[in-house]
């Protein structure tokens, strides 16, 4: 289901030709979801990860399973960074680009967790970051599956969702800031 709503909120914003994509500023990385790299931009659009990405070895160092609404929100889909609004604020969601995010976006769980861990404050998975505070981030309780904003070494403070589905049913992608546009069709 998450991965249903993901390629929606972003669909509206692409539909019409096979040509469409999101116009970004360039990255030293690149990605499977790019279609074209110039010298200053990426001209990319969401695509399913094949093959998929997979929590397994994270779940097992943790000793710990990860909520499934996590694996499926960061486990469907090769994609840029998605700004949008939810209940009047901006945030913006997270998502993975290529595998060496992927292995980033570990690396960082495993420090937040430990962080977690020594706070002892239980875990929460981090999903997008309030573009109106630095402070706080979007973050998914890995218990209930609920959704709280969530400031570092206090753990969840505002729960703000009762799930990652009920949250991006009502979140809105800003698409004009990623300066969706139509391709040449010889590309």
Known sequence: MIDR???NITESALSGSGNRVFKTSLDDWESPCEYLRDTRSSFWRPIPQAPKMSFEGFERAIEMPIHEAIKEFYCSFWSGTLPGIYAGRP???????????????ISNLVGHYLAQKRANIPFSVFIGTPDDDDELSLSLD??????FLERPGQGLVEQIAPSLTNFLEQFSLQAHRLDPMELPANV
């Not at 945030?91 to 976006?105: E, M, P, V």
């Not at 890995?142 to 959704?147: H, R, Y």
């Open 5 to 7: 709503q993901l390629f």
């Open 91 to 105: 945030i913006s969601l997270i998502q993975i680009w290529n595998q060496d995010d992927f292995d980033r976006l």
């Open 142 to 147: 890995n218990q209930s599956g609920k959704i």
